[in-house]
């Protein structure tokens, strides 16, 4: 959850640091709550072969989309 200061007042700089390690070390947690939800990044050895070009609109499409 983001929180945001009150609109009449501008974050200071410790105040926003605080506020986007929170959110980092929640988004973390989270992610590491369910890892079925992360997005694999496919490879290939270098020099062994290629991607198919489907493969990278089907890939980009769901990083891209959500």
Request: glycine share 6%.
């Amino acid at each position: 959850m983001i929180s945001l200061p009150p609109k009449h007042r501008v974050e200071t700089y410790e105040e926003m640091r605080a506020r986007l390690i929170a959110e980092t070390s929640n988004y973390l947690t989270e992610c590491l709550r369910h890892p079925e939800l992360a997005v694999r990044i496919p490879t290939i050895q270098a020099g062994h072969g290629r991607f198919p070009p489907s493969l990278g609109v089907a890939f980009w499409t769901r990083v891209l989309g959500e």
